[in-house]
């Protein structure tokens, strides 16, 4: 029976070379008859995969199906619909690579993938490979993998749907499958919509609305014969912002609830999508279409009505939200080989082209600053690649049988910029190429005399070539461009029993290079790491180590319920961290130091016959710097520090944990479910943190007639998204105001006691009022969502 499977594994490995993006199930049922046996066939290491198919009509992105994945935490930096990363077992967005089809989607133009710009109407399953990933991929990610495999073309066949959801969100989608000569032609179709124009609850406001000084004053200057329907009092136009106040749209505020709704929260997403294929070839043609407006974060530390001015209609020249504009228009092209000889060396070669353009425009630009950047960017990424791959089993049937895979890849890729406030003398380029070599080898091996125990070594080799810039002789890093041929590799056991156990460990150590987004930022807030010459400052790049141990079962738990679980353990360091440094004016990337993440997750199903399933994932993880890491987030200087406290790695939860119940009836034509998702506390910087939230979401799906699905539901039932809140044991979670009395007494503008007590001719008194505040996160996400969707299938 060992022999048998292992000969399947090999067989099913070589289906599922995502080069050449094969349907592993499709092509051999007898091997691969669930997710948890495709896992086995896909991965030495801990792999899970989630497939769009089955939660269709729901209006799912590829975010909301990563959600479901333990260890998986996915990040929308402007909200719901735009910019979105993900991270894995606790890493950075950039740390984690993401393939379709086996081909990269991360660029040297950003810093990690955007998600959100990835769609699922032609996509046969996501895999995500958590720590070890397989040497079919290419590089050596710190985090782990996305790969998101595209669907075969079948014979003829075709679906068409429609979606509304709430918040002008639509929703359409077409696909038609029809024999072309000796193969299939797929050609598919979609859009997604929205304005985002959510409301939610402006907490600052609402905290300064309560405040009762104890002068008796309701005013934020504590005056109590200022108007209150004032925008800025007379005290700030004075003191905080001479000359501002000659515009009416300041002296009055004309908005004073705090009840806002989102402002330049829209985006327009549309794909196409081509793939044709045989027994020996494959062409793909994809095209994704972009155009978005970028929200204005909420600020987390305001204390004044001014402050808090986002999202108000008509707030004036200096505080009403910019419209800010991103389009992005993406063009890619694979062409693809595969055949056999002897009946088991299995090659394949791919050639791939792909063509990105990202604009960038601020439409109410004012003359601030003028950083490189500010008003307008204009990036095109092109890049051609070449990839081979052999697979050959070797010693079938002996004490030690041998999968052997080789992967060969070469990739030019080359940035040309334009950029508003570009300085000629500055180290920064206009046309920046790299080229990346990669030889990556690993080798399967199942030792009969222990069992049948697997062990898996990967291999990999990699050098890039690119441009240096900055100073060789810089005492803050080296230099940023050639690299010579640098090795990483790891080393996985899995050991199989009988009775449905798995015993598994992976180690490996692994590298990144810096991206030249990350050098030269995007002109949305993220602005070039220079000096004070314009020279560029240099990143080195990462490095570290990852392990994981755990164990798991998969089986029957009587005559009608099955089900399994993995329990799993894992551990990363990383060194020279490049991290996303912040300041009040902008932002910028710097190597933060070292950083050690570790943790559990649990992932597990039970199914009820064909009546009822439950899939569930747990992650409990916490990340910190190590080694006098000295970097902490959203200061002043990069050297400051808060002393005896930990410095933790940002933007990752302490607990992250997701349910979803499906429940079937009428012979299955009808499936109701509930899913909850749980995300705990979130660190933004050393003292400050995002509070737990959690979603409930409810609905169904119910067959009309031959042919014909309806859906719909509710998404966060309890509109918790827009009430999620900052929280901290720092300062910055009180405000504090201060003002001065004589002894007539006379209240005063704060800090500016009048002249006779400035003189001494009178004494004063000084007082100071300390009132907890609550607030915003930066971005809140869209809350309360009713979605419908008709769908046909022929």
């Known amino acids: 029976m060992r022999k048998q499977y292992s000969a399947a594994v090999v067989v099913a490995l070589c289906a599922a070379m995502p080069a050449i993006a094969q349907e592993t199930a499709a092509q051999l049922p007898e091997v691969v008859v669930s997710d948890s046996a495709l896992r086995e066939v896909l991965s030495p290491g801990v792999v899970s995969v989630v497939r769009p198919d089955d939660t269709k009509g729901e209006h799912k992105s590829l975010p909301e199906l990563l959600d479901q994945i333990p260890g ?168 905080y912002a001479p000359g501002r106040c000659q515009y009416p749209e300041y002296q009055y505020r004309g908005y004073t609830s705090d009840r806002r709704t989102r402002q330049n929260n829209r985006f327009d997403k549309q794909n196409a999508f081509l793939k044709w294929q045989n ?43 910019k419209r800010r504009t991103q389009d992005i228009a993406q063009n890619e092209f694979l062409l693809g080989w595969r055949n056999t000889f002897n009946d088991d060396i299995h090659t394949s070669v791919n050639l791939s082209w792909l063509d990105r353009n990202q604009r960038f425009r601020n439409l109410d630009y004012t003359p601030t600053t003028n950083y490189i950047g500010e008003r307008w960017t204009d990036y095109r990424t092109r890049r051609y690649g070449i990839s081979g791959d052999l697979m050959k089993p070797f010693g079938v049937g002996s004490g030690v049988e041998h999968l052997f895979e080789l992967h060969l890849e070469r990739y030019w890729e080359t940035l040309y910029t334009d950029i508003s406030g570009w300085i000629p003398s500055s180290d920064f380029i206009k046309e920046y190429s790299r080229i990346m070599t990669r030889l990556q080898m690993q080798n399967t091996m199942s030792v009969a005399a222990l069992g049948g125990l697997q062990i898996t070594p990967v291999f990999r080799m990699e050098k890039l070539q690119g441009p240096i810039i900055g100073s060789r002789w810089s005492p803050l890093a080296g230099p940023t461009g050639e690299y010579d041929w640098s090795p990483t590799g790891s080393l996985s056991l899995k050991k199989q029993f009988a009775s449905g156990w798995q015993v598994y460990g992976n180690y490996g150590n692994y590298h990144r290079y810096p991206s030249f987004y990350e050098i030269y930022g995007d002109g949305i807030g993220t602005v070039p ?111 400051q520090r808060y002393p005896g406290q930990k410095v933790r790695v940002r933007n990752i939860p302490d607990l992250a944990a997701n349910a979803r119940l499906d429940l079937h009836f009428l012979n299955n034509s009808l499936t109701a479910y509930i899913e909850g998702h749980y995300t705990g506390r979130t660190y933004i910087d050393v003292a400050t943190w995002e509070n737990p939230l959690t979603i409930f979401n409810l609905g169904a799906h119910y067959k009309l007639a031959k042919g014909w699905k309806l859906s719909g539901g509710v998404t966060d039932i309890f509109n918790a998204g827009p009430k999620q809140t900052l929280d901290g044991n720092g300062q910055n979670r009180k405000y504090r105001f201060t003002y001065y009395t004589c002894p007539d007494p006379t209240p005063v503008i704060p800090g500016t006691p009048i002249t006779q007590c400035l003189l001494g001719l009178m004494d004063y008194d000084r007082h100071e009022d300390v009132f907890s505040m609550k607030h915003n996160v930066f971005y809140p996400q869209q809350g309360r969502t009713w979605y419908a969707t008709l769908a046909y299938t022929f």
């Open 529 to 639: 790491g220079a000096d004070s010459n314009s020279k560029a400052i240099q990143l080195k790049r990462e490095t570290g180590t990852n392990g994981d141990i755990g164990f798991g079962w998969d089986g029957r738990l009587g005559e009608k319920w099955s089900g399994g679980f993995r329990l799993t353990a894992f551990r990363r360091k990383a060194k020279d961290a490049i991290t996303l440094y912040s300041t009040p004016i902008a932002a910028k990337y710097i190597n933060s130091g070292d950083t050690l993440t570790k943790g559990v997750e649990l992932e597990g199903k039970l199914a009820w016959g064909n009546r009822a399933s439950l899939q569930f994932a747990v992650t409990r993880q916490s990340g910190e710097y190590i080694n006098g890491g000295w970097y902490y987030f959203g200061g002043t200087s990069a050297q």
């Open 279 to 321: 027994e020996n070839f494959i062409a793909k043609y994809a095209y994704t279409g972009t155009e978005r407006y970028i929200p204005t974060g909420i600020p987390s530390t305001s204390y004044s009505y001014s402050s808090a001015a986002v999202d108000v209609p008509g707030g004036g020249q200096f505080y009403k939200d």
């Open 72 to 239: 998986v935490f996915v990040r929308r930096l402007a909200g719901t619909g735009h910019y979105t990363t993900a991270s894995i077992r606790g890493s950075a967005p950039t740390q984690v690579n993401v393939y379709i089809d086996g081909i990269p989607v991360n660029t040297s133009s950003e810093t990690a993938a955007d998600l959100s710009t990835i769609s699922m109407s032609n996509v046969e399953r996501v895999e995500v490979y958590r720590g070890v990933t397989p040497a079919r991929f290419s590089g050596a990610p710190l985090g782990g993998a996305i790969n998101i495999v595209t669907k075969k073309p079948q014979a003829f066949s075709g679906t068409a749907s429609v979606g509304a959801r709430d918040f002008n969100g639509e929703q359409y989608s077409a696909t038609l499958n029809f024999p072309l000569h000796d193969g299939h032609m797929l050609i598919g179709f979609d859009k997604d919509r929205s304005t985002g124009n959510f409301k939610y609850t402006n907490y600052t406001v609402g905290s300064l609305d309560r405040i009762t000084y104890t002068n008796g004053s309701q005013n934020p200057d504590g005056l109590p014969d200022s108007p209150r329907d004032h925008w800025l009092e007379m005290g700030e136009c004075n003191n």
